[in-house]
């Protein structure tokens, strides 16, 4: 069993940055792969970035390619998710996801460990 607990959301302009940060806690999450994905108002909820247990292996949407960084700290259970240049597209529910995998996974099937989420709002 995994808890993930989501931080750092906000309300930014067009153009700034967040830094999103996921606190995971269970016996065996750090060799979980971890995935950040986003849902916005009517739309479905699509992935962001997602890295390995290792932290070797990473993947970003085309949507935040160039202007993302996903990073995890093992010793501390924590997943960083840090995005520039924000755009009003990028406003949705931010959530961390768990994957019980040594793999990468990018469709949202694959996490089978979720947070609440956090709100990320961007204004032009």
């Known amino acids: 069993q995994a808890r993930l607990v989501e931080s750092g959301g906000g309300a930014v302009q067009a153009g700034g940055s967040l830094r999103l940060s996921c606190a995971a806690s269970?016996?065996?999450?750090?060799?979980?792969?971890m995935g950040w994905f986003r849902q916005a108002p009517g739309k479905e909820r699509d992935i962001v970035a997602a890295i390995t247990w290792s932290g070797g292996n990473t993947y970003y949407s085309d949507s935040v390619k160039g202007r993302c960084t996903i990073s995890r700290d093992i010793t501390k259970n924590t997943v960083v998710l840090q995005i520039n240049s924000l755009k009003p597209e990028d406003t949705a529910s931010y959530y961390c996801a768990a994957a019980v995998t040594f793999n990468l996974p990018i469709t949202r099937d694959d996490y089978a460990y979720w947070g609440q989420g956090t709100q990320v709002t961007v204004s032009s």
């Open positions: 269970g016996r065996t999450v750090s060799s979980y792969a």
